[in-house]
């Protein structure tokens, strides 16, 4: 009796644990994750000629029900490059996926790709993404393939990594006839990188995760103390650099990659006819680092062109400063600055063109104590064009005299409320033959359709005076020698 009712508890426990673990009831709970092999499947393949590839991953049920998968799909990104196979069906996308307890199932994706097709259809970096919808939840697989025959720099699996450039205080000159892509966050130190004349360099942005799970803006050129960076485009082969979407409708979209920032204390580092367009800020100068500009275009950032912070020291010549999210030059928190034949225009931004202060605070509402250093900014021959009533921004924090410096000399200008400020009421005083223009006067030729060069009637042309070893404009083309014209174009 004893037995019977020992077997009839031991029977009872099988059934409850046979009932609870039953493999053929389907997990209908909203916490259900799959797990996957990888999280990016990447082709690193780097194709010279028409060709394919294939990878695949593991799709795994890690509960001991059966998963349901609602949908899988290829999301189509970008432009039929990837084709899949989901569990032996070869179809971009499937419904009702059923994945046995602890089992998995295998998804294989092919890409193909001509890497002499143009970058408009076959781009550099070639991303998509498998999206797996399971009981109300969304979880993504990345593929990540490489269309064109290029120095991928460091090399082509860095999305949000970092790499050093460093040659024991040597130099060294990107002057392979492949195009370079930086990939990642690229520093430069204790070595010299030189670009030369007709130079194309690409830089892919995008949102990338910390290890801390932080997200951050993606493809940036860091020079470090030991570091230079020498940019040395020619009027006849100029020096580009921008990001990678070079698809349609990318062209002029800012904010593409996050730009180049100058470290604290770098010295020496030059661009000559360099173009910086699409990304967040063009180049940012840090505290006590210097650089010098000559014939360089900043265009489409989606904060600053220039942006120098904290006692930088900056010369620049026959540069263009246009088209960014917020003041196309912004000089902060202190620094030397002096700008020769150069143009600053704001026009479907509604900010300012050229903004400047010498302090910084030190909270989000600048409500607590402040920061100081002494700024000094010359203009000459320049031009400070927008949209918007006033395209001159000055803060001055201290009052003190010798802390906030300024002149301005043969330049076109635009301002009308910084004059009622008690700090710059005598604008003019430190403004020697300068125009003040209005929204009513036309200055250049068709600034929302972002040509910056000047309008035939415009009161910049022959309004300048000669400055000694400036002889061309930002495109070679020889200035009047008596009567040169403001800002970085020469009237043609």
Known sequence: MKID??????????GLFMGSCNPNKVRESNDTFLEFSVDTLSFDTVFTTLGSATRSFKVYNPYDEIVNVSNIRLENLTANFFRLNIDGNAVNSDSDIEILP????????????????????????????????????????????????????????????????????????????????????LFIDSCELVIPEGADIYVHGGIAISDENIPFNDGIIV?????????????????????????PGFDNVPGQWGGIILSNETKGSTFRHTTIKNSIVGIRVDSLAETELYSCQFLNQSANGLLGFHAGTVYAENSLFANSGSSAVSLQYGGQYAFNYCTMASFNAGNSSLSASNFRCTEPTCLGPKLYNPISMNFNNCLVNGDQVDQIIFVDGTEEAGDFTYSFDHCVVQIEELLESQSFANFFNFCTACENVGLEDTILLDPFGGI???????????????????????????????????GCFEFN
Do not use: H
């Not at 781009?123 to 109300?136: C, K, L, M």
């Not at 593929?143 to 460093?166: C, D, M, R, T, V």
């Not at 910056?452 to 009047?480: C, E, H, K, Q, V």
């Open 102 to 185: 602890n089992d998995s199932i295998y998804i294989f994706a092919e890409v193909t790709i001509d890497p002499d097709a143009p970058l408009s259809s076959s781009p550099f970096v070639i991303e998509d993404r498998i999206s797996f919808e399971t009981n109300g939840n969304t979880q993504d697989i990345l593929l990540l393939a490489w269309g064109q025959n290029a120095n991928y720099i460091p090399n082509s699996s860095n999305k949000g990594g970092q790499a050093l450039l460093s040659c024991d205080f040597g130099s060294v000159t990107w002057d392979d006839e492949k195009p370079y892509v930086i990939y990642g966050i």
């Open 5 to 14: 009712y020992l077997f009839g508890v031991v029977v009872l426990l099988i």
């Open 452 to 486: 910056y060069s000047l309008d035939t009637m415009s009161l910049a042309r022959d309004f300048g005076i000669p400055i000694n070893g400036i002889t061309d404009d930002i495109l070679g083309n020889m200035r009047d020698a008596v009567m040169p014209d403001v």
């Open 223 to 247: 020079v470090l103390k030991d570091g230079k960076l020498t940019v040395d485009g020619t009027a006849l082969n100029p020096v580009t650099i921008q990001g990678d979407r070079l698809e």
